[in-house]
C-alpha cells in the first residue's frame, strides 16, 4: 500500500504519478501518465458547470436549500445525486445531525470514503465541523457507531 499525502491535486496527481513510475521498475505497472484527462469521482462536469449542477439539483431535490445544494456540488459533483436518490422531501435522507448533514450522507461517507467516526465526516471529509455544535457531534458520532456494522453489510 502507498498512500501520497498533502498538496493541491495537481501536485498530489504528478506527486502519485512519479511513485508509479518508480515503483513500476521492480513491478510490472502500467507505463506511462494517464490521470490529467480523467475526473476525479463526481468530477465529470465542465469546469465552470457548477452552478448548472446546483440548479438542476434544486430543481430536482425542490427541498434543497441553495447553501445545502452548492455544499452538495462542491463536495461530491455529480455524486451528490447518489446521495439525494429517490428522496422526495428532506425527511426521506433520514436523520438530520445538522447543517444540512443528513444520515444518507453520513452513510455514503462511511461506505465509499471509509469515514468511521464524527471526525472523519465532519472535519476530513466535510469541513462541517464548523457549523456543529458539540451534542450534534456526539449524537451523530454515536449514530456512526450504532449503525456501522448494518451500514457496511448492506454495502458489500
Known amino acids: 500500500v502507498l498512500n501520497i499525502f498533502g498538496g493541491k491535486i ?10 508509479l513510475e518508480h515503483i513500476g ?18 468530477g465529470d462536469f465542465a469546469h ?8 438542476q439539483l434544486r430543481r430536482d431535490f425542490a427541498f434543497l436549500t441553495d447553501f445545502w ?19 422526495k422531501t428532506a425527511a426521506d435522507l433520514g436523520e438530520d445531525f445538522g447543517a444540512t448533514l443528513t444520515a444518507a450522507e453520513v452513510n455514503w461517507l462511511m461506505t465509499r470514503e471509509y469515514a468511521r467516526s464524527a471526525d472523519d465526516v465532519i472535519w476530513r471529509r466535510s469541513k462541517l ?3 456543529l455544535t458539540a451534542e450534534q457531534v456526539a449524537t451523530l458520532d454515536a449514530w456512526m457507531a450504532r ?10
Request: a positive charge.
Open 10 to 19: 495537481t501536485t498530489y496527481r504528478r506527486l502519485a504519478e512519479s511513485a
Open 25 to 42: 521498475t521492480v513491478l510490472p505497472l502500467a507505463k506511462g501518465t494517464w490521470t490529467a484527462g480523467v475526473a476525479l469521482p463526481g
Open 48 to 55: 465552470d458547470g457548477g452552478p448548472a449542477l446546483v440548479a
Open 69 to 87: 445544494a452548492r455544499r452538495l456540488v462542491r463536495a461530491y459533483g455529480t455524486e451528490a445525486r447518489q446521495i439525494l436518490g429517490d428522496a
Open 129 to 131: 465541523g464548523l457549523r
Open 147 to 156: 449503525n456501522v456494522t448494518e451500514i457496511l453489510r448492506a454495502a458489500e
